[in-house]
């Protein structure tokens, strides 16, 4: 039994002692910069005095050490840099938990008894303008016309409420917007705010995440307008 327990001591040095020789072995692979003045050293000193090295050679050689030795320091203040970045990113998106955030899409969730904000854009001037909200299946539960707009960005409120009067459940709806431009039917962009519930601070390729309400997310850098409520 002791010298089973003393030969599985002695593999499991071996294996040690070959993990720290290949480690070793990776860090004799870096060129330091002792290393580089050691090899120069060493040039100098076995070199044909009747051939010496030329001065621009061994500028040349210098130069090119310094600049990777300078690319080098420059990559780690670079990353130092990106890291505060992301830090900056992630204080501020923390701090849009319980905000709205415009999206540029139709489709949003609602909640129990909960109003929901969304912005008209057009690029011309329209008129006879409705703003359909709809179900899932398609269903036009309201209808809120608006009547004639500008060209520009306009902000409206739906109380949440149907065409009934009572109260839309909670589940996922669309605002559609039509009117006419030109005397022609025409869709016209309709965006929501959002709610955002969380936050997903290492997303696909590191990004920043908004986890919004109905479930979608959506990239930091695509928020374009923050609101209060």
Same mark, same amino acid.
């Given at each position: 039994?002791?010298?089973?327990?003393?030969?599985?001591?002695l593999?499991?040095?071996?294996w040690?002692?070959?993990?720290?020789?290949?480690?070793?072995?990776?860090?004799?692979?870096?060129?330091?910069?002792?290393?580089?003045?050691? @090899?120069?050293?060493k040039?100098?000193?076995?070199?044909?005095?009747?051939?010496?090295?030329?001065?621009?050679?061994?500028?040349?050689?210098m130069?090119?050490?310094?600049?990777?030795?300078?690319?080098?320091?420059?990559?780690?203040?670079?990353?130092?840099f990106?890291a505060?970045?992301?830090?900056?990113?992630?204080?501020?998106?923390s701090?849009?938990?319980?905000?709205?955030?415009?999206?540029?899409?139709?489709?949003?969730g609602?909640?129990?008894?909960?109003?929901?904000?969304?912005?008209?854009?057009?690029?011309?001037?329209?008129?006879?303008?409705?703003?359909?909200v709809?179900?899932?299946?398609?269903e036009?539960?309201?209808?809120?016309?608006?009547?004639?707009?500008?060209a520009?960005?306009?902000?409206?409120?739906?109380?949440?409420?149907?065409?009934?009067?009572?109260?839309?459940?909670?589940?996922?709806?669309?605002?559609?917007?039509a009117?006419?431009?030109?005397?022609?039917?025409?869709? @016209?962009?309709?965006?929501?705010?959002?709610?955002?519930?969380?936050?997903?601070?290492? =997303?696909? =390729? =590191?990004?920043i995440? @908004?986890?919004?309400?109905?479930?979608?997310?959506m990239?930091l850098?695509?928020?374009?307008?923050?609101?209060?409520g």
């Amino acid at each position: 039994m002791e010298s089973v327990t003393g030969g599985n001591t002695l593999d499991n040095m071996r294996w040690k002692k070959d993990d720290n020789t290949v480690k070793e072995e990776n860090d004799r692979g870096m060129l330091t910069q002792e290393d580089f003045f050691a @090899l120069l050293t060493k040039e100098l000193s076995h070199q044909d005095p009747t051939k010496p090295v030329e001065n621009n050679e061994m500028i040349s050689q210098m130069t090119a050490f310094s600049t990777t030795d300078g690319v080098s320091e420059l990559n780690e203040q670079f990353s130092a840099f990106a890291a505060t970045m992301s830090s900056g990113q992630a204080l501020q998106a923390s701090s849009l938990v319980g905000r709205s955030v415009l999206v540029d899409e139709n489709v949003f969730g609602k909640a129990a008894g909960e109003s929901v904000k969304g912005k008209l854009v057009t690029d011309e001037p329209a008129s006879n303008v409705n703003i359909y909200v709809e179900n899932t299946a398609g269903e036009i539960i309201q209808t809120v016309p608006i009547g004639s707009v500008q060209a520009g960005e306009f902000t409206f409120t739906w109380d949440g409420q149907m065409s009934d009067g009572e109260p839309a459940p909670e589940g996922a709806y669309r605002f559609r917007i039509a009117g006419l431009v030109d005397g022609q039917a025409s869709e @016209l962009q309709a965006m929501t705010y959002r709610k955002v519930d969380s936050v997903t601070l290492a =997303g696909p =390729g =590191g990004s920043i995440l @908004l986890n919004l309400n109905g479930g979608s997310s959506m990239a930091l850098s695509d928020v374009v307008e923050v609101s209060e409520g």
